[in-house]
């Protein structure tokens, strides 16, 4: 069962529950970047990148959606948990892909 959106860049994931929508997930990214960008520590060159960084390299990241076992599904893989949970009986918007209008 999808139990919130998420989004995900890189080794970053920001998860908000139902009903939040992606472009909430967003806002929250958009904050951890102002604040990660402010940061003056010395930068690991041999760990994972900074949210500010994995975030301009992609600023939509990759949209999609937690289930009720906390696992990342993508739009597709969400649509097809919801249609064969009974969750949702149609997609709305896109064939094959969830939005979270679909859901809430």
């Given at each position: ?6 989004i995900r860049w890189g ?8 009903p939040a929508r992606h ?82």
């Amino acid at each position: 069962m999808i139990t919130g959106v998420a989004i995900r860049w890189g080794p970053y994931m920001i998860v908000l529950p139902k009903p939040a929508r992606h472009a909430d997930v967003l806002d929250v990214a958009r904050e951890w970047m102002r604040r990660d960008s402010e940061r003056t520590e010395v930068f690991n060159p041999h760990g994972p990148p900074r949210f500010a960084e994995a975030f301009r390299e992609r600023p939509s990241g990759e949209q999609g959606f937690v289930d009720d076992r906390h696992d990342f599904l993508t739009r597709e893989e969400a649509a097809s948990m919801a249609l064969e949970c009974g969750q949702v009986t149609a997609l709305r918007f896109q064939p094959e892909k969830l939005f979270s209008e679909d859901v809430w």
